[in-house]
Structure formats: structure tokens, C-alpha cells
């Protein structure tokens, strides 16, 4: 079964670096035809999607993000990688990892998610 | 581009049926079949409900199916449970920026 798991610092400063890791058990990243995203929902609000990696590293990223994106695998450690430069207390979210149903560009749905993580900008 | 647009809360009683709108534009909702639903139980994690906007993942409960008309796609609940009491986004394909998701629903069993 396939099974997602984020981790993360908890607590990053304002204008640092948010560096974030999805570990992947039951399936490998790498798997043909498999892609993979990042979710976030900041407190109390909605759900935005922030960017998604291809099983051979193609990349795409939500173009209305003000926050620069790199999102990467490292297949080594089975793990999915996001990290987000110059934060603000905007990027104060619940930081989720999910599979994703991707046909050529149509990001399709989400399935499964893993439980997330909870990330603070402080200033 | 902005979110999907969904009603901030809807109710009903057991046993009631309710449905939930989720209304896009032809960049997304309106010209596309990928509409997919989630449902979140208060500090828990979305749950894929429906997919392609009228499919269920295996597991899912056939009280649970969804339709689209237009610009409106909609999720609707038959014979409404106590634990249907949760969160529920919609979220669609888009021309524009890839992905979006709508601002959510609130479920509240009465």
C-alpha cells in the first residue's frame, strides 16, 4: 500500500529557507508513469497546490506563487523534496505530500496524501 | 486565477440528501472532465472522494457521486451520516495554472 509521510523543521524565519521531504513507502518515485506534488492549506483556509515532479524529473509549478519553488527527487532515499526560498508569514501553511493522476500536462486528481506537516513563518 | 467557488457551509439532516456547487470558468471546470472531490476530517488529511467528476475510488461509499453542468461541477451526498461531517473541496483541472482547488465547504450534520 502506498504510503506518503512529510517531514519538515516546524519553524523556519522570515526570508530563510523552507526545505521539506515527503518519504514515499510501498511504491517507488521513480516508477514509470508516476507523478507527485506538494499541497499546502494555509490555517483555516483552502487548498492551493504548489508544484509537481514527473517519475523522471519533469517539473511543474503554479505560476500564481510569489514564493520561488524547487521541487526534486531524490531517489536514493525514495523521497520527494520541496523547498521554498525567501518565506513569509504567508507561507505559514499545513504542507502536504500527495500521488497525482497526470495525463501528458492534465493534472487530473490527488491520491493518496500524506498526513502532513505544519510549518510556521516567524518573523 | 482564482479559486474554484464554493458555498462556505452547507447542512443537512440524517438521512437528507445534500449537494455541493463548485463553479469555474471554461479555462477549467466548464471545458473538462477532470473534477475531482476530497473530503477532510478536522486535522486529518484530504481523502479522494471522486475523480473525473462522476467516478469513485474503490472503497468509497455510493452515497457519494458527483455531476457537472457547465461552468458548475457538484458533489452530492445521499442519505447524509453523522461522519459525513467534515470539509469538502472540489478541485479541477485548468488551461491556466494546471491546478485548482476550491476555497472548501463545510458540512455540518444537524
Known amino acids: 500500500q502506498l504510503q506518503l509521510q512529510e517531514s519538515g523543521p516546524g519553524l523556519v524565519k522570515s526570508s530563510e529557507t523552507l526545505s521539506l521531504t515527503c518519504t514515499v513507502s510501498?511504491?517507488?518515485?521513480?516508477?514509470?508513469?508516476?507523478?507527485w506534488g506538494w499541497v499546502r492549506q494555509s490555517p483555516g483556509k483552502g487548498l492551493e497546490w504548489i508544484a509537481s515532479?514527473?517519475?523522471?524529473?519533469?517539473?511543474f509549478q503554479n505560476p500564481s506563487l510569489k514564493t520561488p519553488v524547487t521541487i526534486s527527487l531524490d531517489t536514493s532515499q525514495n523521497q520527494i523534496s520541496l523547498k521554498l526560498r525567501s518565506v513569509t508569514a504567508a507561507d505559514t501553511s499545513v504542507y502536504y505530500c500527495?500521488?497525482?493522476?497526470?495525463?501528458?500536462?492534465?493534472?487530473?486528481?490527488?491520491?493518496?496524501w500524506g498526513q502532513g506537516t505544519l510549518v510556521t513563518v516567524s518573523s | 486565477q482564482s479559486a474554484l467557488t464554493q458555498p462556505a457551509s452547507v447542512s443537512g439532516s440524517p438521512g437528507q440528501s445534500i449537494t455541493i456547487s463548485c463553479t469555474g470558468s471554461?479555462?477549467?471546470?466548464?471545458?473538462?472532465?477532470?473534477v475531482s472531490w476530497y473530503q477532510q476530517h478536522p486535522g486529518k488529511a484530504p481523502k479522494l472522494l471522486i475523480y473525473e467528476v462522476n467516478n469513485r475510488p474503490s472503497g468509497i461509499s455510493d452515497r457519494f457521486s458527483g455531476s457537472k453542468s457547465g461552468n458548475t461541477a457538484s458533489l452530492t451526498i445521499s442519505g447524509v451520516q453523522p461522519e459525513d461531517e467534515a470539509d469538502y473541496y472540489c478541485g479541477s483541472y485548468s488551461s491556466i495554472s494546471l491546478v485548482l482547488f476550491g476555497g472548501g465547504t463545510k458540512l455540518t450534520v444537524l
Open positions: 471554461i479555462s477549467n471546470v466548464g471545458t473538462y472532465k477532470y
Open positions: 500527495s500521488k497525482i493522476n497526470i495525463l501528458s500536462v492534465v493534472h487530473n486528481w490527488f491520491d493518496p
Open positions: 510501498g511504491d517507488s518515485v521513480t516508477r514509470s508513469g508516476y507523478y
Open positions: 515532479i514527473s517519475y523522471n524529473g519533469h517539473t
